[in-house]
């Protein structure tokens, strides 16, 4: 269930500690902190994808170059408080947002220029996806020992 998503996260980054999250577990690689970073921005692009998916006949979803965006990730200021605060309340929302469209919704088609023709329902079943593959990531970095 993506609603349980927040909650999950919130709980394996109580167990890892700020050097923890910042760990990168081969160069190239992801912190846990930037993971969430990516997860955050996700939410952003999947609550537009949703929305323009409702509004739109066979609306045609943009793709976005996620190693473009994780440019940023290196700041700073996009801490993880910060960025499960945004990712939290953003699921939130499309979550209320997805279990209130208009009936039908679910098998309306769109189309990703990169995956061809989906249902409004597999870009949901997408992002729950999203979620675990993300969530396996944290959980290995949060449970393997740290480089020294």
């Keep these: 269930m993506i609603g349980a998503t927040p ?3 919130g709980a394996l980054f109580g167990t ?9 577990p081969a160069p190239g690689k992801w912190s846990a ?3 969430l970073c990516h997860l955050a921005d996700c939410e952003v692009a999947f609550a537009f994808r949703l929305r323009q998916a409702v509004a ?18 290196g700041s ?3 801490d993880v408080a910060s960025a ?3 990712y939290s309340a953003l699921r939130k ?19 990703h220029p990169e995956r061809g023709d989906m249902t409004f329902q597999v870009v949901v ?3 729950a996806g999203h979620d675990l593959n993300h969530l396996r990531q944290i959980e290995r970095l949060a449970s393997s020992p740290a480089l020294q």
């Design 7 to 9: 909650g999950r996260l």
């Design 84 to 86: 499960l605060e945004t």
């Design 125 to 127: 079943e997408t992002m």
């Design 56 to 73: 739109e006949a066979h609306h045609v979803i943009q793709p976005f170059d996620q190693d473009a965006w994780a440019g940023v990730y």
């Design 16 to 24: 890892l500690g700020a050097a923890e999250a910042e760990r990168s």
């Design 93 to 111: 929302w499309n979550v209320i947002f997805i279990e209130n469209v208009p009936p039908g919704t679910m098998s309306k088609t769109l189309n």
């Design 33 to 35: 902190r930037q993971i």
């Design 76 to 78: 700073a200021a996009l």
